[in-house]
């Protein structure tokens, strides 16, 4: 089979396995769109409290609502209350996601105490509950749409149970399994280990989807070939970087790729803030930006110089002005 091939995920086909993967405060609509543009096969919504949702959902609308260009996204929803669960899942109805997504791996303190995220790795059978409260909920609510989960190897070093927890979510009726193969207590810490999602995919009969240390085209090819994981996901490596999918595609196919000039990365940045200046408005979206285009001037000549100015950056002409008088500068509409 080619590496770049479709992904099966209970009733839905996905034409590629290439995904996005959820980042709390880094993949919004706007973020969401770049990615599809630059060939994101699948993308996912940040991760969204069920609690909140079910307390006061319209607030969460933004962080919900389809991009212009997903053809096919997840939901992210996470939570420790079955019920709750169950809640959520069927107000998520009038956006019709493709895939409804549990995360049981965020290692995020404020996540993780409330029992939900990674935390729920110390508890299988809670976990079970919980995908089966969601499985039904779509199955009732959702137009049955397949439900996945995110998962970490473990809790920590001493307490490795992906096996275990991917188990039970499988027969709960999730439809694939995504491993992040770090621990919670190594965060984002040291290195991930993709040995743990070669052998999950020995065990599962669903699809399973890697995640970890994947910044390069070359990382994601590894990551396939060595695990025969169905599918990437891209995290931290997509953040500034949503070429990383077309790169990542022409690698697979071609076996090379030619990387964004620094006039792209600045041109799309642009473009990011004022698809996001759409949702937000102008002023947050220039507030929300300085973070992103701190990842999109990595590596490109005077970038640090150009970070600096573009942290102080309020208006969007600002940006503009900053980015047309970079080095390898070019015209904006």
């Not at 420790?80 to 303190?109: F, K, R, S």
């Amino acid at each position: 089979m080619s590496p770049y091939h479709p992904v099966v995920i209970g009733s839905l086909q996905v034409p590629g396995n290439l995904f996005l993967a959820p980042v709390a405060g880094y993949t919004d609509r706007a973020f969401r769109s770049l990615c599809v543009e630059q060939g994101a096969d699948f993308t996912c919504t940040e991760l969204i409290s069920a609690e909140a949702l079910v307390r006061n959902g319209v607030k969460a609308d933004p962080l919900i609502r389809r991009a212009a260009l997903e053809e096919r996204y997840a939901i992210q929803l996470f939570g420790a209350d079955p019920e709750v669960m169950y809640q959520a899942t069927a107000l998520l109805a009038p956006y019709h996601p493709d895939v409804v997504d549990i995360n049981c791996g965020c290692p995020v303190p404020k996540v993780v105490k409330t029992g939900a995220g990674s935390a729920l790795m110390r508890q299988p059978s809670l976990l079970g509950r919980i995908v089966e409260a969601v499985v039904r909920s779509s199955r009732d609510h959702v137009q049955s749409a397949p439900v996945t989960v995110k998962i970490r190897s473990g809790w920590d070093s001493t307490s490795i149970n992906y096996a275990l927890c991917a188990r039970i979510a499988v027969e709960a009726g999730a439809a694939l399994v995504s491993l992040h193969a770090r621990t919670r207590a190594q965060g984002y810490a040291g290195k991930s280990d993709w040995l743990h999602i070669r052998d999950l995919v020995s065990r599962l009969a669903v699809p399973v989807a890697g995640s970890g240390d994947l910044f390069s085209p070359e990382d994601a090819e590894a990551m396939l070939r060595e695990t025969g994981c169905a599918g990437v996901l891209f995290a931290r490596g997509a953040m500034g970087n949503p070429f990383i999918f077309c790169t990542t595609r022409s690698l697979l196919l071609t076996g090379s790729y030619t990387p964004p000039k620094a006039a792209e990365r600045l041109h799309t940045g642009l473009r990011h803030l004022q698809l996001l200046a759409q949702d937000r408005g102008e002023k947050t979206a220039c507030l929300e930006m300085r973070k992103h285009f701190c990842a999109y001037t990595k590596g490109i000549p005077e970038g640090a110089l150009l970070r600096n100015k573009l942290v102080h950056a309020e208006t969007i002409e600002e940006y503009r002005a900053l980015c047309r008088g970079a080095e390898d500068p070019v015209s904006y509409v």
